[in-house]
């Protein structure tokens, strides 16, 4: 089960956190720019090559702290399939580097349609008489407030590939609670529904640690509402989104653990990409930066837990 191998990798390098692959250009070096440009033209071409260079570099550098990386489709898809064809190779690299890859697809569509999008993400699409694997992530998030027969093709596809998803429950952006907080039931939320529909549809494929293949997302930067998220989703594994650039702290992601560190872990994108635009060195030593950004955040949140 995929989240079990998620909780290994976390329990070996004894650090809860995701480094976000959300390369827009100008978070990408210079000098690294400047070597894909050179060859590709400014073109989509040069743009996707940079992103390469840079996501590889980032990988290599975190690879042996970091157990995870959550590559945004968002900053792959702007660039075409140029884009998503370093989408793909970026995800095979950071398996290779032994991470666990999450998807950021947050998809959610009819039952037939999610089918597609899980069969391309996580499972095979079947040509002829052959089964192939494309993107091939261990993990992807889903937007799931069309309900549960946009989420159950994704969880048949985890079943029958050892995966796993994180879908929306309470998310980090500031226009959150518009619906989310929104009253519902009897002094309840929407947001409170959607956790309990989330424990619903992952009953029954808990793994070793206890947790289902529904995981579950709850921003960082509502430390109140991500406590009780945690107490009312007892067997799901919380992506925590918000650490860092959007102002959640250490302090507020410790109530998404559980006992010894575990069932969840937090994601810092532009805090740990960008962080050599801090250093004053033009990006020549961004991997440098960038693991130094990952060690403060793990000695950071490990303040405040314990991991065993
Ligand atoms: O699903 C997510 O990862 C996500 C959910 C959410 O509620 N808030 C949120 O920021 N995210 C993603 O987490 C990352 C946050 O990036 P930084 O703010 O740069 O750390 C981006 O990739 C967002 O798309």
């Given at each position: 089960m995929s989240f079990d191998a998620l909780q290994e990798k976390i329990l070996a390098v004894k650090n809860p956190t995701v480094a976000g692959l959300d390369p827009k250009p100008e978070y990408v070096p210079e000098h690294i720019r400047k070597a894909a440009y050179a060859a590709h033209g400014e073109t989509l071409a040069g743009a996707a090559e940079a992103i390469w260079q840079f996501n590889k570099g980032l990988i290599d550098a975190l690879c042996d702290i970091v157990p995870s990386v959550k590559p945004q489709s968002?900053?792959?898809?702007?660039?075409?399939?140029?884009?998503?064809?370093?989408?793909?190779?970026?995800?095979?690299?950071?398996?290779?580097?032994?991470?666990?890859?999450?998807?950021?697809?947050?998809?959610?569509?009819?039952?037939?349609?999610?089918?597609?999008?899980?069969?391309?993400?996580?499972?095979?699409?079947?040509?002829?008489?052959?089964?192939?694997?494309?993107?091939?992530?261990?993990?992807?998030?889903?937007?799931?407030?069309?309900?549960?027969?946009s989420v159950n093709p994704f969880l048949n596809t985890c079943k029958e590939y050892g995966k796993s998803c994180f879908v929306l429950v309470k998310t980090s952006n500031p226009g959150s609670g518009e619906l989310q907080n929104v009253s519902a039931g009897e002094n309840d939320t929407v947001y409170g529904l959607m956790a309990d529909l989330i424990e619903k549809w992952g009953a029954g494929t808990e793994g070793k640690y206890g947790y289902t293949m529904a995981g579950a997302v709850a921003g960082a930067t509502h430390p109140e509402e991500l406590r009780q998220i945690r107490a009312r989703m007892p067997h799901t594994f919380l992506l925590v989104p918000g650490y860092g650039a959007q102002g959640g702290t250490a302090e507020d992601v410790q109530y998404a653990f559980h006992q010894g560190g575990k069932g969840a872990i937090v994601n810092s994108s532009r805090g740990i990409i960008c962080a050599w635009k801090k250093t004053g060195h033009n990006g020549e030593d961004y991997q440098e930066a960038a693991r130094n950004a990952a060690i403060a955040m793990r000695d950071d949140i490990c303040r405040f837990i314990t991991i065993e």
């Open positions: 968002a900053y792959y898809e702007r660039l075409g399939w140029r884009g998503m064809e370093v989408m793909e190779r970026t995800i095979r690299y950071a398996k290779e580097k032994g991470m666990y890859v999450i998807a950021d697809i947050k998809r959610g569509d009819i039952g037939s349609t999610a089918e597609a999008y899980s069969d391309g993400w996580l499972g095979a699409t079947q040509v002829g008489e052959q089964s192939c694997t494309v993107f091939d992530a261990d993990c992807v998030t889903l937007n799931g407030y069309m309900g549960a027969d």
